[in-house]
């Protein structure tokens, strides 16, 4: 396992990590949780993501058993929620980044995983109606009261994250170190886009997510919706037409001449075509089995090996061109 410093931060995250979303609850159990969790901090996984909003909470309790289950010594292993949803619908309660919701979503979240604190505190989406002044604040006083160790966003745009670091560094404040992103094969355009100048200049660190785009970009939607599979357990609109969209499908079928020629599975080239990406931190996989685990953990040793001229054929398959990039 490779390990990458969280952007401009002391701490070194392993270059593929462990999500629990959907399947925490969803799929597994604390014991097929521990399971996973497992396999992963086996082959030297460090960073477990969660979110106060997967499952209901429930998300969090699950990997606050396993990880009582595991035993694990604290400071070899890193775990992250997100707040900004909420668990109720109260006025001041949802969709929210106000000072008292934070402060109060992370004594919940704390109290749901067991732990003293979490190592990443995250603001799930951006929140136009609280002043981000008032969240970075927030944020700031949650780290100082030993709640979190470093705080990040997860879906902001590159400007109210600028705004955030230049209030934080106004009034020598904690500022967000990390942005979660969305990046696959597919969704690229703003993490390779509106975030690359913000990336080179502030340093920020990225946990992306969703590499396989919900499972698409292992070929396993190719011959229609396998039961056991994501979009079979869980039947949403949404991940039906994903899982069936002729036009995504058709181009996860063109990479796999590369894949073939490469030795590897289509995760394995879908998850190393993030690793190439020298502004990822950490690419957050997930999985609702320890077979998929131990397949993705592969894809490092499979990102060496994609060459400018593989980048290049896999570029054109998925419509892009160079100044797309930015
Ligand atoms: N910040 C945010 O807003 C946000 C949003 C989404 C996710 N996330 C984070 O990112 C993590 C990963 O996202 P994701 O779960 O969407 O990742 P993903 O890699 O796009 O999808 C993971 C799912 O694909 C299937 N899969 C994984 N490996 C496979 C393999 N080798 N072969 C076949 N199928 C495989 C599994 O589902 P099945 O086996 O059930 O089909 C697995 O649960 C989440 O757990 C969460 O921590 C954050």
Redesign the pocket.
């Known amino acids: 396992m490779q390990y990458r410093h969280l952007g401009r931060t002391g701490i070194r995250v392993s270059e593929l990590s462990l999500?629990?979303?959907?399947?925490f609850k969803g799929?597994l159990d604390v014991d097929g949780a521990a399971e996973i969790m497992a396999a992963a901090y086996d082959q030297g996984v460090n960073f477990f993501?969660n979110a106060e909003s997967y499952a209901g909470g429930k998300s969090e309790e699950v990997m606050g058993a396993a990880l009582k289950k595991l035993g694990w010594r604290r400071g070899s292993y890193l775990v992250t929620t997100?707040i900004y949803w909420g668990l109720f619908d109260g006025v001041n309660e949802k969709n929210t980044l106000n000072r008292k919701r934070l402060i109060e979503g992370i004594h919940g979240s704390l109290e749901r995983l067991q732990l003293e604190y979490v190592d990443v505190l995250y603001c799930?989406r951006p929140d136009q109606t609280t002043p981000i002044e008032e969240t970075v604040w927030a944020m700031h006083n949650i780290i100082e009261r030993g709640r979190a160790m470093y705080w990040g966003t997860?879906?902001w745009s590159a400007a109210e994250i600028v705004e955030a670091i230049s209030i934080a560094e106004r009034h020598h404040l904690h500022k967000p170190v990390v942005e979660?992103p969305?990046f696959?094969l597919f969704e690229r355009k703003r993490f390779s886009g509106e975030y690359i100048r913000f990336y080179q200049e502030h340093g920020y660190g990225a946990t992306t997510?969703?590499?396989?785009?919900?499972?698409l970009l292992?070929g396993?939607y190719n011959a229609g919706i396998p039961k056991d599979?994501?979009a079979g357990?869980f039947k949403m609109d949404w991940m039906i037409a994903s899982a069936t969209d002729k036009d995504k499908i058709a181009k996860v079928q063109a990479l796999e001449p590369i894949a073939k020629d490469l030795d590897c599975?289509l995760?394995q080239l879908s998850l190393a075509w993030c690793l190439k990406n020298p502004f990822v931190s950490t690419v957050?996989?997930?999985?609702?089995?320890v077979s998929?685990v131990q397949?993705?953990l592969k894809a490092g040793g499979i990102a060496p090996k994609l060459t400018p001229e593989i980048l290049a054929q896999i570029d054109v398959i998925f419509g892009v061109k160079k100044e797309e990039e930015g």
Do not use: M, V, Y
């Open positions: 999500g629990s979303w959907i399947s799929q993501d997100k799930h997860s879906e979660q969305e696959n997510f969703s590499p396989l785009a919900l499972g292992s396993k599979s994501r357990t599975t995760a957050i996989t997930g999985a609702s089995r998929q397949e993705n």
